[in-house]
């Protein structure tokens, strides 16, 4: 691996490049999630929520895609494989519900969950492994994720 000199200790990039891998995993389930939704949805809002999750599976694609970068700008190789990312997740893919009333509360789960973890990693980032680039780019998701599951929790 290329030799990476930007101020951070080896130790700590790993660290940071671990627990990234982690929301990158987190994100692959809900991407899929969101977009099996996409496809399944029924209920009055239908062409509404067929739409909304579309656009929101967009917006985590692109999430995905910022993650993986973010662990190679920082030194370390970003996982692709699926079966490893199952590994690293934390969420859970249970069966897909078509009503949308079972749908948005378990979306909304989700992305509560990777909100309270991204919270906790701004910190950890900053404080304990001196990546405040890291630490800002985990708070931009955290804006992005709690938007996400706002326009979720108003079908409530
Ligand atoms: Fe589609």
Not at 4 to 10: A, D, F, K, S
Not at 15 to 23: I, N, P, R, T, Y
Request: charged share 30%; aromatic share 8%; no cysteine.
């Amino acid at each position: 691996m290329t030799k990476v000199n930007i101020g951070i200790t080896e130790k700590n990039r790993q660290s940071v490049a671990e627990a990234l891998s982690h929301v990158l995993a987190d994100e692959h389930i809900l991407y899929n999630k969101t977009r099996s939704y996409h496809w399944n949805v029924e209920g009055p809002s239908f062409m509404e929520l067929h739409k909304l999750y579309e656009e929101q599976y967009t917006m985590l694609a692109e999430i995905i895609d910022e993650i993986a970068e973010r662990i190679r700008t920082i030194g370390h190789y970003a996982e692709g494989r699926l079966k490893e990312l199952l590994k690293l997740a934390s969420l859970e893919e249970p069966p897909v519900p078509t009503r949308f009333e079972k749908q948005i509360p378990s979306l909304d789960a989700d992305h509560e969950t990777i909100i309270i973890n991204l919270r906790k990693l701004i910190k950890k980032f900053d404080e304990d492994y001196k990546d405040a680039g890291s630490s800002d780019f985990v708070t931009g998701l955290l804006k992005q994720h709690e938007k996400m599951a706002w326009m979720l929790r108003s079908y409530k």
